[in-house]
């Protein structure tokens, strides 16, 4: 394996990624916002997209950190472009990029295929959905309670169903995003 | 390019320095996801939320009615899913309900106080301003501020690029709004292989430039008059998330 040392050239991949991931990031706001109209459980379907930075890092610079870091840049210039999101989205940023480093740490590091990024992007909505139960709990607990007063879910499932909608999402964005960036760097 | 930024901060002569007024809408955004009580949220909105809207409606005008479309989604989600307990008032046939006015107001006012804090930041700070500041009077580590700062730089090339491929795009007979994933892919293929090989040559001249040997600089934060004003208004705010002041 090539040096795990960071070099000047990865950090400009990192920015390449980070401004290619603040684009991305900027139009799932109406992404999300078309889903919305759909209805509030198909919201986690349209989150991937916001995963992607992750995925694009690591797969571009293929060093440990570049997941993590990838995600946070994103992250960092949606929050000065600005979006509706302002400063929270740092919080999604950090939690999304831990659990997409996670990913590609359980494969040694070994992997940057397109396998590993739809590993990395399902895992990444494990930090999605810890965000969005700190930032915001009320539409989750809204969701919880009405999903079993209607008898249809307890709130375990539909923290499943929810974990499940983000995995989905993630990891199919994942997959695309480590096909384009496979592709763009040849 | 630095017209447009001419009214914002960063100056020496700025009232407010920018790492100051970082921290501040860092301060404020986690105080806003710490509390759920609507009277608590609604401080945080007057105080900062409301001001940021203001200044940010000037620089990013079409934010503010997505997050009027944001805020109304919010009540409808709501409505659709809680709406129990006393009426609180009614539209037409349609009544809203306690449990539905209740969160649909501690989420509205979390929403602003959020973006507002964001647009407080945003529309008063030159990003590269907020970079440097980020490095040299917060200490974030000169790598990451380089792709920070570098990806900022890359944002108008990769419009640029855009309006180029979509160009030739029409040149070549194919649809205006790209619908299909083969549209997608023609269109952004092209722009992520030009902006990963521009990347790979402004890293290979940054560091045939001497990058890495380059000392690093730190700056001891100024402190400003206005940055008095900002102290106030965070300690007055934690207070009263704290339960130790207002309402």
């Known amino acids: 394996m090539a040096s795990r040392r960071w070099t000047v050239i990865d950090f400009a991949l990192l920015g390449v990624s980070g401004a290619v ?5 900027y139009a799932a706001w109406y992404v999300w916002d078309l889903f919305s109209a759909v209805g509030p459980l198909a919201r986690p379907l349209s989150v991937g997209l916001w995963f992607t930075g992750s995925i694009i890092a690591a797969t571009l610079i293929k060093k440990p950190g570049a997941a993590f870091l990838g995600e946070l840049l994103g992250a960092v210039i949606e929050a000065i472009l600005p979006t509706r999101g302002g400063f929270t989205n740092v919080i999604y940023g950090v939690l999304q990029g831990i659990f997409a480093e996670l990913g590609y740490r359980l494969l040694g590091y070994k992997r940057w295929d397109i396998v590993a990024g739809a590993i990395a992007g399902a895992l990444a909505g494990v930090g ?10 009320e539409i989750f607990q809204a969701v919880s309670d009405v999903g079993s007063e209607v008898g249809l879910a307890s709130p375990g499932a539909i923290i499943v169903y929810w974990l499940a909608a983000n995995a989905v999402s993630g990891a199919l964005y994942g997959a695309i995003a480590a096909a384009a960036a496979r592709s763009a760097r040849g | 390019m630095r017209s447009g930024y001419s009214r914002r901060l960063g100056g020496s002569r700025a009232p407010v320095s920018v790492s100051a007024l970082l921290l501040y809408s860092l301060w404020v955004t986690v105080l806003a996801v710490a509390t759920s009580d609507p009277w608590k949220l609604g401080f945080l909105a007057l105080v900062t939320g409301l001001p940021g809207l203001v200044l940010g409606y000037r620089r990013y005008g079409v934010l503010v009615p997505l997050l009027g479309l944001s805020l109304l989604g919010t009540f409808l989600n709501m409505l659709l899913l809680y709406n129990v307990g006393d009426p609180v008032f009614s539209i037409g046939p349609l009544v809203v309900r306690e449990e539905a006015w209740r969160r649909t107001v501690s989420l509205d006012l979390r929403i602003l106080s959020l973006a507002g804090a964001g647009l407080l930041f945003a529309s008063t700070v030159n990003p590269r301003d907020a970079v440097r500041s980020l490095e040299v009077e917060l200490g974030m580590p000169r790598g990451f501020a380089f792709a920070l700062a570098f990806a900022l730089r890359l944002l108008p090339l990769v419009y640029r690029d855009l309006q180029e491929v979509m160009a030739v795009r029409r040149m070549r007979g194919y649809r205006r709004v790209p619908i299909t994933p083969g549209d997608y892919r023609s269109l952004f293929m ?3 292989s030009v ?16 990058f890495s040997l380059r000392p690093r600089r730190r700056v001891r934060p100024r402190f400003r008059r206005g940055d008095l004003v900002l102290l106030v208004l965070a300690v007055l705010q934690g207070l009263v998330v704290a339960g130790l002041a207002g309402p």
């Open chain 1, 21 to 25: 991931a603040a684009v991305i990031f």
């Open chain 1, 128 to 137: 999605e959905l810890l965000a969005t139960l700190v930032v915001y709990r």
């Open chain 2, 190 to 192: 092209p722009l992520l």
């Open chain 2, 195 to 210: 902006t990963v090989e521009r990347g790979i040559w402004v890293g290979v001249a940054a560091e045939l430039r001497g």
